[in-house]
Nanobody
Framework: VQLQASGGGLVQAGGSLRLSCAASGGTFSRYTMGWFRQAPGKERDFVAAIKWSGGITNYADSVKGRSTIDRDNVKNTVTLQMNSLKPDDTAVYYC???????????????????WGQGTQVTVSS
């Protein structure tokens, strides 16, 4: 499975961004898709995930209420809409895929088999 993330950029605090991840090479509908982020000098943190079946979603507390993850199993894409962005949201954002992963493990980076190249999000104050 190949993943291509896009949509990052520079935005002022309070603004919005929509990240997109295009998948190819696998049966997309069978993969739980996640977004993670990594700020300089910090570990890669969970942001959001959407389960392969039923569309069940998980969010990190830090983005809950400000972000929405969604998937399109026809276009093989997963998107992350982020609103009310804060400087602390600045990071490289990665999409990831895991075959058949359940919701309970969706926040753990090591459970994902495939990763995109990352897209930079910078939020200015």
């Amino acid at each position: 499975v190949q993943l291509q993330a896009s949509g990052g950029g520079l935005v002022q605090a309070g603004g919005s961004l929509r990240l997109s991840c295009a998948a190819s090479g696998g049966t997309f509908s069978r993969y739980t898709m996640g977004w993670f982020r990594q700020a300089p000098g910090k570990e890669r943190d969970f942001v959001a995930a959407i389960k392969w079946s039923g569309g069940i979603t998980n969010y990190a507390d830090s983005v809950k209420g400000r972000s929405t993850i969604d998937r399109d199993n026809v276009k093989n894409t997963v998107t992350l809409q982020m609103n009310s962005l804060k400087p602390d949201d600045t990071a490289v954002y990665y999409c990831a895929a895991s075959y058949g992963l359940g919701s309970s493990g969706a926040s753990v980076a090591s459970n994902y088999d495939y990763w995109g190249q990352g897209t930079q999000v910078t939020v200015s104050s």
